[in-house]
């Protein structure tokens, strides 16, 4: 299955500021991936697939000018949580594919805290 | 908008106990996956279902995609605690990448 790493695994920041999550995949040249969110206790919920090379797409009810997503190169897509604040924190999670039909495989995660 | 109730919410079962966790939508599903995910991490792929009626093991788990591809059901034997996690059923409406997780079920076992 794919590998894919996810950086930092925690992160704590102060209200206002701006926190950069990168994803990489290490096995394959992975052209979309997804980034989701998690709550305490909750499942996950699909925030926005990134696409190589143009914009990414939102799923409905996600600020795109909040968390911007950059997916520069086939191996890393990026998700910054710009001017965080309290309710930003979450866990947020990665992953990605090999294929349209292939099962999806995800980062361990990045514990986001904004105090 | 797919939704995927699961049941139950949490369950505290013994060592050597069996258990079923449900995955219930009304909505139909070209593929449902099943996952568990350990605290701080991502989760973990255990099974893909994608034909009605399918029955799928791995060692002591027992996965079934119902025959209308709506539903689904995870049975473990002997739970050990090893099997302690969340649990999220995740379906598939058209490709594999867009998925509609569930509202999972956590499990612990206990020696």
């Known amino acids: 299955g794919a590998v894919v790493s996810q950086h930092p695994s925690r992160v704590i920041c102060k209200s206002g500021t701006s926190v950069k999550i990168e994803c990489r995949s290490l096995?394959?040249?992975?052209?979309?991936m997804f980034w989701y969110r998690q709550f305490p206790k909750q499942s996950l919920m699909l925030m926005a697939t990134s696409n190589e090379g143009s914009k990414a797409t939102y799923e409905q009810g996600v600020e795109k000018d909040k968390f911007l997503i950059n997916h520069a190169s086939l191996t890393l897509s990026t998700l910054t949580v710009t001017s965080a604040h309290p309710e930003d924190s979450s866990f947020y999670i990665c992953?990605?594919?090999?294929?349209?039909?292939?099962?999806?495989?995800f980062g361990n995660g990045t514990r986001l805290t904004v105090t | 908008t797919q939704l995927l109730e699961q049941s139950p919410q949490f369950l505290s079962i013994q060592e050597g106990e069996n258990l079923t966790v449900y995955c219930n939508s009304s909505s139909v599903f070209s593929s449902l996956q099943w996952y568990r995910q350990e605290p701080g991490e991502g989760p973990v792929l255990l099974v893909t279902?994608?034909?009605?009626?399918e029955v799928k093991k791995l060692k002591r788990l027992t996965f079934q995609f119902g025959d209308a591809r709506k539903d689904s059901s995870l049975h473990i034997t002997a739970a050990q605690p090893g099997d302690t996690g969340l649990y999220l059923c995740?379906?598939?409406?058209?490709?594999?990448?867009?998925?509609?997780f569930g509202t999972g079920t956590r499990l612990q076992v206990t020696l």
């Open positions: 279902v994608v034909t009605g009626g």
């Open positions: 992953s990605n594919n090999r294929g349209p039909y292939s099962p999806l495989h």
């Open positions: 096995d394959f040249q992975a052209t979309t």
């Open positions: 995740a379906g598939a409406g058209g490709t594999a990448s867009k998925l509609t």
